[in-house]
């Protein structure tokens, strides 16, 4: 393979596992669709699949805006892929899933740190005119 393709399998591929190829995945040239094209054609789409798995429009966009960032970063990877537009719905998916996560976390109180300890009183410290001088 030259330095030209990419599959989709060798884009994220657990270490371990260079030399091993999925045959369901595809090799392909750098994709005609430029990542601004992929965001001009996809964008409303990938928001709505991100209102749709969260409930909400504002999460949702912050989603879509997180997942096409890092497409942008990878894009010399990503823009390779026969469907640069599947991945960045995969990555909205999978941020989706997160989100859940730490708002169940959130919602179980675990993970939150304990309140902080009063420190010990002394007899004294219960009245403070007591301690008082004149």
């Known amino acids: 393979m030259d330095g030209s393709t990419v599959s989709a399998a060798d884009a994220y591929r657990p270490p371990g596992r260079e030399g091993q190829r999925d045959e369901r995945m595809t090799e392909t040239t750098v994709s005609p669709l430029g ?11 990938v928001v709505a699949l991100g209102w749709s798995l969260t409930g909400s429009r504002s999460v949702g966009e912050e989603l879509a805006q997180d997942a096409f960032l890092d497409a942008y ?19 909205v998916a999978n941020r989706a899933v997160s989100h859940r996560r730490r708002l169940r ?3 179980s109180g675990a993970g939150a740190a304990p309140p902080p300890a009063e420190p010990p009183r002394s007899p004294t410290s219960r009245c403070p005119i007591s301690t008082a001088r004149w």
């Open 35 to 45: 990542f601004e094209e992929l965001y001009q054609a996809d964008w409303r789409k």
């Open 73 to 91: 970063r990878r894009w010399s990877h990503v823009g390779r892929l026969e469907a640069p537009g599947a991945w960045v719905r995969r990555a």
């Open 105 to 107: 976390v959130a919602a």
